[in-house]
């Protein structure tokens, strides 16, 4: 199985167990495609470096809130004034480069005319060649951001293993 399933069976039952379930039985491999729900997962896979993922499971409606529900469009034309607000937002992630990141990200993003088609565009590439065009195109991604947030939206394979009831899932709604 997969990092993930695997940890998801180790976790004794309770609240921290049914967080990360429902991320893995939803969301996790799952193909997505809107365009402000594609930068908003990429906005929280930035946000957990040096984090737990549970920590981003706990904080995604705050995100959500504070990033005005993922909308790449007003994310482009934030100003100082709202990054200070995110700055001094105690329910997200208040680290300044990776709030300049969200923000110089969907400038970028808007200027690609729009996540899902230059996503799509690249289909197929591998994970290296992923890394090297965000690198040319994005601030804040590495190797880790960009393939676990390329996993969590189905473009690249990993995110399940075969033996995993998702990965069937996700493999019946990709026909």
Known sequence: MSWYCDYIISLP???KKQLHKNYHDNHYGFPLHDDNELFGRLILEINQAGLSWETMLKKEQNFRKAYDNF???KIAEYGEEDRHRL???????RNARKIDAAIYNAKITMQLGGFNNWIEK???LSKDEWVKLFKEHFHFVGGEIVGEFLMSIGVLDGAH???CPIYKKIKE???
Not at 87 to 93: A, E, K, P, Q, Y
Request: no cysteine; charged share 30%.
């Open 122 to 124: 690249h289909r197929g």
């Open 161 to 163: 293993s075969e033996a």
């Open 71 to 73: 909308d790449v469009a």
């Open 173 to 175: 709604l990709t026909k």
């Open 87 to 93: 700055l001094s937002d105690s329910g997200i992630i």
């Open 13 to 15: 039952e309770g609240e």
